[in-house]
């Protein structure tokens, strides 16, 4: 059995929580806070960060802070994971959809001009798949209609943008450590910003309005959004195990892309030549007229063989609740809805050695080989063999 992803822990993590549980500093204060925000604010480039309870709250913290209200509207890309639109309604303000770009598979600055209306305030970049957003064509559309910019870097821990890190590209930036991230402790988020007055909106906002001056005042409405210090123990140790993680992480990308390159209708993840992709998860696309299986043919093979996969997500502007509104605005999203049927993320965690991307890349050639062979025997023939790989 090959799971598709787990955290990756070690005695340091052991140790500091064991720490952090014995000082009796379990709840939301304590130094591994302190020494959290400190050192994630390092590595994301920023002033400041603060810990959160997961990535969704930090999406709907920066928004509050940004005083996005009811009737406005923020500019999202369709292909991402929910969460990101979710939050825009969580502050009564609607997500407008913008397709993702081919060659990056995150929002495409050349489609925001047209989808930008008297109501649009902000853009939520998604650093999609550890791919960073083009920020610097976003940022540029964006100055033009007065619009801020949040990054939404989830999936993107250690990612790079022309040498900055993720994170410190926007207004604010905002990270999940749920337990199939890079960094993880079970469920936590952080949110990352240089201005001082957004930080300090964002703390009073984060711990129930209160005034850190005056306790039990409450001078606007707050939530709490905030982290314990049981999850930032385990965060620092996962911050100074950074290296050695991320290195293990981009070690099994190389073993992917040498195994994978050369397999005839399978694509590689992008990687755009201003970009350092995060080590996530390897993101691979079928073209089913290729290769000869369709994604969900690859993924039932592989669940067969023991290999957990991930489809990526269903475009946003498919699903229940966002369906009339894109439907009323005359979304057409090609990109976003292509990807999304041929997308397919692949194992990457600290138990894939070269024996299981072997494994798992036999799988995938043996999948087109199977097909191959039957189509062979029948009426495509030339097809297939105009596709051999
Ligand atoms: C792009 C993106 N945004 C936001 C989130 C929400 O993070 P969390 O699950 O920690 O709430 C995720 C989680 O996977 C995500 O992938």
């Not at 703390?203 to 210090?229: A, C, E, H, S």
């Not at 894109?326 to 993320?345: H, I, Q, T």
Request: net charge neutral.
């Amino acid at each position: 059995m090959i799971a598709f992803a787990r955290p990756d822990l070690s005695e340091l993590e052991e140790r500091y929580l064991l720490e952090a549980f014995r000082s009796g500093w379990i709840s939301s204060t304590g130094a591994f806070v302190e020494r959290f925000e400190r050192e994630f604010a390092a590595f994301a480039g920023t002033r400041a960060a603060i810990s959160v309870g997961n990535g969704t709250v930090a999406l709907h913290l920066a928004l509050l802070a940004l005083d996005v209200r009811p009737g406005d509207e923020v500019l999202v890309p369709a292909l991402t994971y929910v969460a990101t639109a979710n939050a825009v309604r969580y502050v009564g303000a609607e997500p407008v959809f913008v397709d993702v770009d081919p060659e990056t598979w995150c929002l495409d600055a050349r489609l925001i001009e047209s989808a930008v209306s008297r109501r649009t305030r902000g853009i939520i970049a998604v650093h999609l798949y550890g791919h960073p957003a083009d920020m610097d064509a976003i940022e540029r559309v964006a100055a033009a209609h007065g619009l801020w910019v949040i990054e939404d870097a989830a999936q993107a821990h250690g990612a790079r943008y022309k040498g900055r890190p993720a994170g410190s590209l926007a207004r604010a930036g905002t990270f999940s450590f749920y337990g199939n991230k890079i960094f993880s402790c079970g469920e936590g988020g952080a949110v990352t910003v240089d201005d001082p007055q957004l930080e300090a909106r964002m703390r009073l906002l984060r711990g129930q309005g209160m005034d850190p001056q005056r306790r039990y005042w409450f001078p606007v409405m707050g939530y709490n959004f905030r982290l314990t210090n049981l999850a930032c123990a385990i965060l620092c140790a996962q911050l100074e195990r950074k290296q050695e993680i991320l290195t293990r992480r981009k070690r099994i990308f190389g073993w992917y892309r040498e195994l994978l390159g050369d397999v005839a209708g399978i694509g590689l993840p992008p990687a755009a030549l201003w970009a350092e992709p995060a080590p996530w998860v390897f993101s691979i696309t079928v073209n089913e007229g290729v290769f000869g299986c369709t994604r969900d043919e690859l993924a039932a093979k592989l669940s067969a063989e023991g290999i957990e996969t991930r489809p990526f997500f269903v475009p946003l502007h498919r699903l229940p609740f966002y369906r009339r509104e894109s439907a009323a605005r005359g979304d057409c999203l090609p990109v976003s809805e292509r990807l999304a049927r041929r997308g397919l993320s692949l194992p990457v965690h600290d138990g894939i050695g070269p024996g299981e991307v072997e494994a798992v890349a036999r799988a995938i050639r043996s999948s087109a080989r199977a097909v191959r062979r039957l189509v062979l025997a029948g009426a495509g023939k030339d097809e297939a063999l105009a596709h051999r790989g």
